[in-house]
Every structure is written in C-alpha cells, then in structure tokens.
C-alpha cells in the first residue's frame, strides 16, 4: 500500500517558520519527484514546490519563492518544506504528493499518489 504522511504542520506567527516532513512507504519514493500542494477554504489546490529525483532540480510557486525550501533525505524516505517568513496567507491545509516520473511537475495532474495533508495557519 502506497502511502506518505505529512506532519509538522501548527499555528504560528506571522514571520514565524515551520517544517513540514512527508515520510514515504517503501518504493513509493525512490525514483520519484515529489511535491507540496496547498489548498485554503474556499479556494482551489496551489502547487507550492517539487523536488526531482536523481538531480534534486527544484521548482517553486512565485508566492513561495525565497521564503519556501522543499529538500528530501532519499535514505529517510522523506521530503521536507521549510517554511520561513510566514504570512497569513500561507494559511492552508498543505499535502505532499508523488509524480508520475522523476522530474518535478508543478500541475497536480502529474502525481498519482497523496498524503491526507497538514494544517498551517499563521496568524497575524
């Protein structure tokens, strides 16, 4: 059974940091981008950041840029996303997803397999 788990996730203040953790079963992780999505009430999921596999090349949103860095430890099975310079609008419930390949793909089409998410809020 393919799974990941995303932990990490709590309140904390504006201009506060946080690090979301994914563990990954088994082979759901060797040869596979990565990724973290969002999704905020009422609005649609957000591609956040990925990360290849094999060259670890990173991709990130504009919102993100410069204050998000997405990392993964292959020998832990894990993906991380530190968080830095919080703003209440990263409030949201933030999942780790598996790609189909091994690139990193920002469009959710191209995973096949997510965790069940995490909450982030940041309060002002």
Known sequence: QVQL??????????GGSLRLSCAASGRTFSSYGMGW??????????????IAWGSGAT????????????SRDNA??????????????????YSCARTLGA?????????DTWGQG????VAS
């Open 103 to 111: 690139r990193a793909i920002a469009s959710p089409n191209g995973y």
């Open 5 to 14: 788990v995303e932990s990490g996730g709590g309140l904390v203040q504006a």
């Open 37 to 50: 999505f969002r999704q905020a009430p009422g609005k649609e999921r957000e591609f956040v950041a990925a």
């Open 118 to 121: 995490t909450q982030v809020t």
């Open 76 to 93: 832990k099975n894990t993906v991380y996303l530190q968080m830095n310079s919080l703003k209440p609008e990263d409030t949201a419930i």
């Open 59 to 70: 991709i990130y949103s504009d919102s993100v840029k410069g204050r998000f860095t997405i």
